[in-house]
């Protein structure tokens, strides 16, 4: 009896010590960016969005949730159907006011609850949904995990650490995961309030920016699907999601988007176009990660690992896991489609905001796939998993050494490691500097055309390009220094190398 208290003990300490493992690599992949976020200045959007909620404020008399709330409604009927995204980014902008500090300070915490609530809604689902133990939900939290931060190889991770572009698409990314909890603890516990709260945030959540709508459609229809076939709660779980499929439909179906360019004269010859660009853009974003960052590989195979040795004991089987998949697949590509439809493939490829949702609903997509063809086989096989704890426990262990190992081996490959080395080197505290620097230069001048004789910095780091201009320029082309002119009420801002 001794020796199984004994052995119940130090079962116990492995397992601790697999979570503290667990959130150390989670840590060390955040800081970076939550350092980086704190380093973070307004762009062209951001004073371009703040003048005009200020100006309606002042003209209207409101103050900055009815005035948001206004733009937010006429935006519906006028420009695009995303009607929160539309209310958070005025309301935001209105708040801040192009204030560096205040934005530093929201980007900062936006983007800790974002990583917070990722790693949560993972563990999360591993639990009640994948049925995984506590181990191994713990390990496939932070293997799905450590894609994220990986996700961009030397390029702007504008989404990040752009005020506007955060709150656009990061905010709702970080409701969409508290969203999926609630849901699942509604169902679960059979919580009237929380079927109220993801009621009303549903729909929110359906007004997101197009693509973030799409993503919300895609894991609400899972969600949806599971209260009903497996857990059977039928009304809590209709409730509960239909609100975020009907917030969705009225995104894409706004008037705004046929008088803004969403609709085309050649809609048909277009929609298969746009339908096969954005296919072959996820095959070829799938094949770039596969092929260029060695840590993708090595996740989705202890991912499969995982699940494959878990003891899983399902009451559902996974009937027709291959159109399960096509469906998926078609769902991703849904994720890509609103903004190739408004674009173009070769306009997607650079545009960077999009590109992190996209790459986010790849991620989450893939692991569901692997479970649902491991479930799916299990089920076939009628094999539940390894009986021995301690070889899980140790196969566990074994998969996150090979995560931390490849996530060491391969920093300069990803975007954290890559901007760990630029922290280090103080190579992005220069660049922020310099650019923050101009922007209260501009701020604190008496003089109606600005001219601030400085010494470029290069922008060589992951954070969004202020795009200033150096030297004489037009005033009427909108760049960096045309959005901080119009902002401040300056006639021009001029950049004068002071060598020159």
């Known amino acids: ?131 995984l133990n506590e181990v191994s939900s713990a390990l496939i939290a932070m293997a799905v995990f450590s894609l994220f931060p990986s996700q961009f190889y030397f390029v702007n991770n504008e989404t990040l650490f752009w005020f506007c572009a955060s709150t656009i698409y990061q905010l709702p990314a970080t409701l969409l995961y508290i969203f999926v909890v609630l849901f699942i603890y509604g169902i679960e516990k059979d919580s009237r309030l929380c079927c109220v709260i993801c009621f009303i945030l549903g729909f929110l959540l359906g007004g997101a920016s197009v693509n973030v709508a799409v993503l919300v459609c895609i894991i609400t229809c899972q969600l949806i699907y599971w209260g009903i076939v497996v857990c059977k709660k039928i009304f809590a779980s209709c409730i509960s999601g239909i609100p975020a499929l009907i917030g969705s439909s009225l995104n894409v179906l706004a008037p705004g988007n046929y008088k803004n360019g969403a609709a085309h004269e050649d809609a048909f010859d277009r929609l298969i176009v746009t339908f096969k660009g954005s296919f072959l853009y996820e095959f070829d974003r799938l094949r770039m990660f596969a092929k260029e960052n060695p840590l993708f590989i090595c996740i989705i195979l202890v991912i499969l690992i995982v699940f494959i040795i878990s003891e899983q004991h399902f009451k559902y089987r996974f009937p027709i896991p291959g159109v399960y998949t096509v469906l998926l697949i078609l769902g991703e590509v849904g994720v890509i489609f609103p903004l190739q439809w408004v674009s173009d493939r070769e306009t997607y490829a650079v545009y960077e905001r999009c590109i992190i949702v996209s790459d986010w609903a790849s991620f989450l997509i893939l692991m569901l796939i692997v479970f649902y063809w491991t479930g799916w086989i299990k089920c076939r096989l009628k094999y539940t998993g390894l009986k021995n704890s301690n070889l899980r426990l140790l196969v566990n262990y074994l998969a996150m050494m090979v995560i931390a190992i490849v996530l060491v081996a391969g920093r300069e490959k990803t975007a954290s490691g890559r901007l760990t080395g630029e922290l280090y080197r103080g190579d992005l505290q220069s660049y922020c500097n310099w650019v923050a620097g101009i922007i209260k230069d501009v701020e604190q001048s008496d003089e109606s055309v600005v001219r601030i004789y400085t010494k470029e910095v290069a922008d060589t780091t992951c954070m969004a390009n202020a795009f200033f201009n150096m030297g004489e320029y037009d005033p009427s082309v909108y760049t960096g220094n045309s959005a901080m002119s119009i902002f401040y009420g300056k006639e021009a801002v001029y950049l004068i190398d002071e060598g020159e």
């Open 1 to 131: 009896m001794k020796k199984n208290s004994n052995s119940i003990d130090s079962n116990r300490i492995l397992t601790v010590l697999l979570f503290v493992i667990a959130f150390v690599i989670i840590l060390v992949q955040s800081v970076p960016y939550i350092i980086a976020t704190s380093y973070t200045f307004p762009l062209q959007d951001d004073f371009y969005n703040t003048g005009v909620v200020l100006k309606e404020i002042e003209s209207s008399g409101g103050n900055s949730f009815s005035t948001s709330l206004r733009l937010a409604y006429e935006g519906f009927f006028n420009y695009r159907g995303y009607y929160f995204s539309t209310f958070i980014t005025y309301f935001a902008d209105a708040v801040t006011k192009c204030s560096i500090t205040q934005i530093r300070v929201w980007q900062t915490i936006m983007l800790i609850a974002h990583y917070a609530a990722l790693v949560f809604m993972l563990y999360y689902v591993g639990r009640k949904i994948m049925k």
